[in-house]
T-cell receptor, first 110, second 111 residues
């Protein structure tokens, strides 16, 4: 089983839709969690950190469920510019090495 | 605007040739990562340095790959000899505990 697993998609949604991605991780000692965004043929960039209490940044909400070992990303009111691959990232305790999921592809169409 | 710089951006080489990729991390970052990205495997960690010391290179094929940090401003990833299966995008990233900043990558094609 891979350490970080995501549904590759693609998720194909109309503008204005709400879409949610999940990511599961296998190492219960993981301590830091992030969502990165990667545009086509570009480098990954940090979208947001994920805190135990959940956090929101505009249209984006990230949540962590430690008991079930998954994190989620919710995007409300999708824009065309949200089309990208969303990478789940987990950092295990003590290592500070980010482990990436393979990413979930989102396509927002008019 | 601080950024991670990678060279070359693109490299096409013949099988058996040596390939060297370079990375200039962001000044002040004490961790440097090398990742390889392919459609099949996604982002895979190849090597990890902290304060220039290699801490983890278990993801790297040792017989042909080597990673070094000769000084704080330069990290290198070398493949010798290169093989077609090495074709991928190689990313360098530097960072802190809170964020990894990626370079634009080196797109390597081995023919």
């Amino acid at each position: 089983r891979k350490e970080v697993e995501q549904d590759p998609g693609p998720f194909n949604v109309p503008e204005g839709a709400t879409v949610a991605f999940n990511c599961t991780y296998s190492n219960s000692a993981s301590q830091s969690f992030f969502w990165y965004r990667q545009d086509c043929r570009k480098e990954p960039k940090l979208l947001m950190s994920v805190y135990s209490s959940g956090n929101e940044d505009g249209r984006f909400t990230a949540q962590l469920n430690r008991a079930s070992q998954y994190i989620s990303l919710l995007i409300r009111d999708s824009k065309l510019s949200d089309s990208a691959t969303y990478l789940c990232v987990v950092v295990s305790g003590g290592s500070y090495i980010p482990t990436f999921g393979r990413g979930t592809s989102l396509i927002v169409h008019p | 605007d601080a950024r991670v710089t990678q060279t070359p951006r693109h490299k096409v080489t013949e099988m058996g040739q040596e390939v060297t990729m370079r990375c200039q991390p962001i000044l002040g970052h004490n961790t440097v990562f090398w990742y390889r990205q392919t459609m099949m495997q996604g982002l895979e960690l190849l090597a990890y340095f902290r304060n220039r010391a290699p801490l983890d290179d278990s993801g790297m094929p040792k017989d042909r790959f080597s990673a070094e940090m000769p000084d704080a401003t330069l990290a290198t990833l070398k493949i010798q000899p290169s093989e077609p299966r090495d074709s991928a995008v190689y990313f360098c990233a530097s960072g802190t505990e809170d964020e990894a900043f990626f370079g634009q990558g080196t797109r390597l094609t081995v023919v």
